[in-house]
């Protein structure tokens, strides 16, 4: 298996560990811990499979896949700290509120997930 099919299916991983956290969080309408485990294998995912497409491309490419790529993965790092956070202090009220957060950070993840089939792959004829 290459390089490049692992990180491939390390990304669609992230993508399917991290909608079902997301969304079932959104559907029952409070921040649950198996919400919480989701959360970090989506993360743990999209990193590696990340990391994988950083060492092939030979670092950042500084273009709206690199820069959101980036960009989302700081903010699923943020927002599982921050559903850590809020686990652990037992808030009701941001409890019931997180979902909100998690789906705009979704909707900002699936910029660099799809931005290779809507700009093309780099080095494709």
């Known amino acids: 298996m290459t390089t490049m099919s692992i ?21 029952q309408g409070r921040l649950k811990p198996w919400h919480l485990v989701f959360f970090w294998l989506g993360l743990i995912c999209d990193s590696v499979g990340t990391g994988l497409m950083f060492d092939m491309a ?13 960009l989302a993965i700081i903010l699923m790092f943020i927002h599982a700290i ?13 409890i019931q509120n ?6 705009a950070v979704w909707l900002i993840w699936l910029i660099p997930y799809f931005s290779p089939m809507i700009f093309g792959m780099a080095g494709s004829s």
Do not use: C, P, Q
């Open 7 to 27: 990180a491939v299916i390390m990304i669609n991983f992230a993508l399917l560990f991290y909608s079902v956290g997301v969304w079932s969080e959104r559907f």
């Open 98 to 103: 997180f979902h909100k957060f998690s789906v």
């Open 82 to 94: 921050w559903a850590t956070v809020v686990l652990l202090k037992r808030d009701e009220k941001m």
């Open 58 to 70: 030979g670092g950042l490419t500084f273009d709206i896949h690199g820069l959101t790529g980036l």
